[in-house]
T-cell receptor
């Protein structure tokens, strides 16, 4: 079975602060994909990134960066210099083997001016 | 292409009534997914189609729920004899291939009174 744990329920920061959202996953499969999605107040889930289990290279996209560590089964997401528009619920998700996408419970990020 | 489209956006119904939701995936996507999301939780998988074939159903999908995808295009999700516990956001997503990112619609918010 697959499981995704996002231990942080809610994080509040002030604009321009850096913030890291944690994600820990569990799977017995050796081939799997990890995802991050953003859900703004409008409700639509927006894809941010996908990584496969064979590619541990960290990735940076503008103010976003992702740290994938198989040794600790973690796929953490950092926003640098946060902005008010980053306020949303962020979901980490796992797809292993032939299973469907399993989501964590999400972390609500509140960025205040 | 405008993405995944779901109708209606909101549905209010009385307990015991039947409701039907529609999802139009991105046109070239042959994989279609239904998820349910309740407040403060991540999306939970309900069912999955590849073309017109329903390949997987979650145990969350009781016999009051039925989904179809005739001709492998749009899909419908019907809930019979609705219960208050069915109140949730019902999300539809589509993808081109297994393991690829899912594109989500804006969802249908169901309220059962």
């Amino acid at each position: 079975a697959q499981k995704v744990t996002q231990a942080q329920t809610e994080i509040s920061v002030v604009e321009k602060e850096d913030v890291t959202l944690d994600c820990v996953y569990e799977t017995r499969d050796t081939t799997y994909y990890l995802f991050w999605y953003k859900q703004p107040p409008s409700g639509e889930l927006v894809f941010l990134i996908r990584r496969n289990s064979f590619d541990e290279q960290n990735e940076i996209s503008g103010r976003y960066s992702w740290n994938f560590q198989k040794s600790t089964s973690s796929f953490n997401f950092t926003i640098t210099a946060s902005q008010v528009v980053d306020s949303a619920v962020y979901f980490c998700a796992l797809r292993a083997g032939y299973s469907t996408l399993t989501f964590g419970k999400g972390t609500m990020l509140l960025v205040s001016p | 292409d405008t993405g995944v489209s779901q109708n209606p956006r909101h549905k209010i119904t009385k307990r015991g009534q039947n409701v039907t939701f529609r999802c139009d995936p991105i046109s070239e996507h042959n994989r279609l997914y239904w998820y349910r999301q309740t407040l403060g939780q991540g999306p939970e998988f309900l069912t999955y189609f590849q073309n017109e074939a329903q390949l997987e159903k979650s145990r969350l999908l009781s016999d009051r729920f039925s989904a179809e995808r005739p001709k492998g295009s749009f899909s419908t999700l019907e809930i019979q004899r609705t219960e208050q516990g069915d109140s949730a956001m019902y999300l539809c997503a589509s993808s081109l291939r297994t393991g690829e990112k899912l594109f989500f619609g804006s969802g249908t918010q169901l309220s059962v009174l």
